[in-house]
């Protein structure tokens, strides 16, 4: 298994002039990762779907500047200059300077646009910072094509890490686990690898329709709740739970088994919604929404029977996830009894993707 050495480049090129230009998918957790370690290692591990819709595209046109000591970027969201997202940029390419020395060489003008609402609990910053680290490794396999294909997924998924922790679950594969524990093979800290024990075809085209019950800025932000983790009074319970959850979530994946998958998906988004409320201080992201639709879920799903659940990430929106064999049924309920509880009426349909693409 590679460690941090691993991912500093040797022989590399010369630099010149060129463009590149990905699509990196957010993704949503199943099992949640809630606090972190210094640089951006994991208290705990976790589990995610990978999305298809959901996602950013980031184009990087790079050419020799003169002036080497520091980064020089442009930066421009859906079309228009960003300087509000300049400092975490900025950040990003402190934290990943010794894995991608030629950056200070370049100057860099970066596009990107979401297919999603920023920053509304749809994991931005995950698709984003995916996109920009397949640019990097683009670059760099340009100054070094000999490099085998999977070294520079695994370098991608480790700098996505360095800029956003669940950024590294959104390069490749469908179902991706970050953290070590003992029940996924080769799992790490310090990058997402694919899930490859046994998964049952039911889990392989999940649907995940994201009710957007509040498109605005979380009150608090990821990185300041992941902090609050430290000193939690439940937070080895918590972390201690998630390994658990992991080992029985490998037996539901394997089985197909739907009933075990729902008590264990919608017991980890309360999970980590409870991690907020117990925090000091505490804090609520879900809305009075969020709440009206859960319920409505359970009450569709006691009387019908069927397999449609919830998730929640660190934000007020919904991910309802169900088979896709169930699809017209769900769709037809989220339409008639849920998107009335969202914003404008709106959702997204979305469904297990692969990963990264190159465009």
């Known amino acids: 298994m590679r460690n941090e050495s691993a991912f500093i480049p040797q022989n590399l090129g010369a630099v010149h002039k060129g463009s590149v230009k990905f699509s990196a998918p957010s993704n949503i957790a199943l099992v949640k990762y809630w606090g972190k370690l210094d640089n951006q290692i994991p208290a705990n591990p976790s589990i995610s779907f990978t999305l298809n819709n959901c996602k950013t595209i980031t184009q990087v046109d790079y050419e020799v500047k003169e002036n080497k000591d520091s980064f020089s970027f442009d930066l421009f969201f859906e079309g228009q200059p960003k300087e509000s997202f300049r400092p975490k940029i900025e950040a990003f390419f402190k934290r990943v300077e010794a894995y991608g020395p030629f950056l200070k060489e ?168 409870a991690m907020m409320m117990t925090s000091n201080p505490y804090f609520i992201l879900m809305k009075p929404n969020t709440l009206e639709i859960i319920n409505k879920i359970w009450k569709f799903r006691q009387e019908t029977k069927t397999p449609i659940c919830f998730t929640l990430d660190a934000g007020a929106n919904v991910h309802v996830l169900y088979p896709i064999k169930y699809a017209d049924v769900c769709i037809s309920f989220i339409e008639k009894e849920l998107a009335g509880f969202c914003q404008n009426k709106q959702y997204i349909a979305d469904c297990v993707g692969d990963g990264a693409k190159k465009l």
């Open 106 to 273: 370049l100057h860099l003008t970066i596009n990107t646009e979401n297919t999603f609402p920023h920053s509304s609990g749809i994991a931005s910053s995950a698709s984003g910072m995916a996109a920009l680290a397949m640019c990097i490794v683009e670059i760099e396999k340009e100054l070094n094509p000999n490099q085998e294909e999977s070294y520079y997924l695994e370098k991608a998924s480790f700098l996505a890490r360095l800029g956003s922790g669940s950024a590294c679950r959104s390069i490749k594969e469908s179902i991706v686990c970050w953290g070590e524990n003992k029940t996924v093979e080769g799992s790490s800290n310090l990058f997402g690898v694919p899930v490859t024990s046994p998964i049952h075809e039911v889990f392989t085209n999940y649907q995940d329709t994201i009710l957007l019950v509040d498109k605005g800025e979380k009150v608090v932000s990821s990185t300041v709740g992941h902090g609050l983790m430290n000193g939690h009074p439940f937070a080895q319970q918590r972390f201690a739970q998630a390994h658990d959850n992991i080992a029985k979530l490998a037996e539901i994946f394997a089985a197909g088994d739907l009933d075990g998958f729902i008590a264990l998906v919608e017991s980890e988004a309360l999970t980590l919604h």
